[in-house]
């Protein structure tokens, strides 16, 4: 995993950590995500759409963090 990588999951971990984490991203799970996973796919689908490869690499981070915090949820659960 990059370096950068690895620091985005221990910051999320840091977010969700239940003493001293964000208040807001620990009360998420996954139906409260729903939203904006499916509002940052459609903004990839537009980027993609757009021809904007600047666009498109901002949207694919916004995606990705859906994506880790769903598995950062679904890890403490100990689905994954």
Do not use: N
Not at 7 to 32: F, Y
Not at 34 to 49: G, L, N, S, T
Not at 57 to 73: A, C, F, P
């Amino acid at each position: 995993m990059s370096q950068r990588l690895t620091r985005l999951v221990d910051l999320i971990a840091q977010l969700r950590d239940p003493e001293d984490g964000c208040p807001w991203d620990r009360a998420q799970d996954h139906r409260t995500l729903r939203p904006y996973v499916v509002e940052e796919a459609h903004e990839v689908v537009a980027a993609i759409d757009g021809d904007d490869p600047q666009e498109l690499k901002g949207e694919l981070g916004d995606l990705l963090l859906q994506v880790l915090l769903h598995s950062r949820i679904a890890e403490e659960a100990g689905e994954f």
